[in-house]
């Protein structure tokens, strides 16, 4: 996506027709004008919950290494709960 990109933002018409609708837990993930970093979070934030917050758990569940969601929850200032 980001290579064939011509202007620069990747928007909800950018993705490919089977991500659109995608569906976690009844709650939709992609939303029109929603941006790539933010939908990144929201589901790193998602994952983390319903792993009790065990980066381990959450890492499998999203396909990541530990360390890429470990550097990820610093990224974008996430809060471990405890």
Known sequence: MVI???GGILTYED???ELLGYK???LTIL???KTIRKLEKELI???LKECNYVIKEAAKR???SPRQVSYR???YGI???R
Request: glycine share 4%; no cysteine; hydrophobic share 35%.
């Open 24 to 26: 976690t837990n009844a």
């Open 4 to 6: 064939l990109d011509t």
């Open 15 to 17: 993705l490919p027709t």
């Open 45 to 47: 934030e998602s994952a």
């Open 62 to 64: 999203l396909g990541m």
């Open 79 to 81: 809060k471990l709960k």
């Open 73 to 75: 929850i610093k990224k």
């Open 31 to 33: 939303e029109k004008d």
